[in-house]
């Protein structure tokens, strides 16, 4: 029996291609929605449909679903959600979603939008699927082991990560020396690491958790090149992420980028 289209909705970053290769070497078939044209070029060789439109076009995003028999739709990749504050243009459908809010913070949009695609009779399904062997177990995932002081700031930094991410505020935290440098808010991680590195000066140690109950179905941590040259360059030491609960894209490349800047990579 021939499964019907896999949805996805892409946001920036390498994610969204690496699941969508993963769901097509396992057989699915899968139709694009992207908002910019770097996604829509990485995606392109890879699934059947890219289709390009503006972020608040909600009503567009259902009806191309629809149109191309998609029933379970997943959400991908990294949206900036300060584009809420600085007018976007929303359709209908999207400022009925937006009026629905009481509070702007993480879960409660995406739970909006969730439930918006549900009651259009899809289902979203985990970011995870198809790409379970991307979050690996723990232990030391590249680079050199961590220093006994360095390791002591992990304990302290996942125990802040994971009283933040409890609040919903963010998911990341820089420490050093047992010191709280930069908590992640809406700007995200990269930029929370570079500002805690700035203070630091080097030898930042950066924490990254899931949030209690994680609902998998839009916000799956995620670490990648991109944060780990930006550790490189304000000279961090450490990334620690949760063993079994992180998404690391392309861990090949963050071998490399770990090897180059000397940073100690775990899984706890």
Do not use: W
């Not at 809420?84 to 209908?92: G, R």
């Not at 809406?186 to 203070?199: C, P």
């Not at 899931?210 to 304000?234: H, I, L, N, S, Y």
């Amino acid at each position: 029996m021939k499964h019907k289209p896999a949805g996805l909705i892409a946001g920036k970053g390498e994610l969204p291609a690496i699941f969508a290769r993963e769901a097509v070497c396992a057989g699915r078939e899968v139709v694009a929605v992207v908002f910019d044209q770097a996604a829509a070029e990485l995606l392109a060789p890879i699934v059947s449909s890219v289709n390009l439109m503006g972020l608040g076009q909600a009503g567009k995003v259902i009806s191309t679903f629809k149109k191309s028999g998609v029933t379970e739709i997943t959400m991908l990749g990294k949206v900036d959600k300060r584009v809420l504050y600085k007018n976007p243009k929303f359709d209908l459908k999207a400022l009925s979603i937006m009026r629905s809010l009481d509070l702007k913070n993480d879960d409660a949009v995406m739970n909006a939008i969730t439930g918006a695609l549900e009651k259009e009779g899809f289902t979203v399904v985990s970011q995870t699927e198809f790409l379970k062997h991307h979050m690996p177990g723990a232990g030391l995932l590249a680079g050199r082991a961590p220093l006994e002081a360095q390791r002591a700031d992990i304990t302290f930094g996942m125990k802040m990560a994971r009283g933040i991410a409890a609040m919903d505020i963010g998911q990341t935290v820089v420490v050093k020396d047992g010191a709280v440098l930069a908590v992640e808010a809406i700007e995200g991680t990269d930029e929370a690491i570079e500002r805690g590195a700035r203070i630091a000066g080097e030898g930042a140690v950066v924490c990254k958790v899931a949030k209690p109950d994680q609902d998998e179905r839009f916000d799956v941590p995620a670490v990648g090149v991109t944060t780990v040259e930006t550790m490189g360059r304000f000279k961090a030491s450490v990334l620690a992420v949760e063993a079994g609960k992180t998404l690391v894209v392309d861990m090949p490349a963050m071998e490399q980028v770990c090897s180059r800047y000397g940073i100690s990579f775990v899984a706890v």
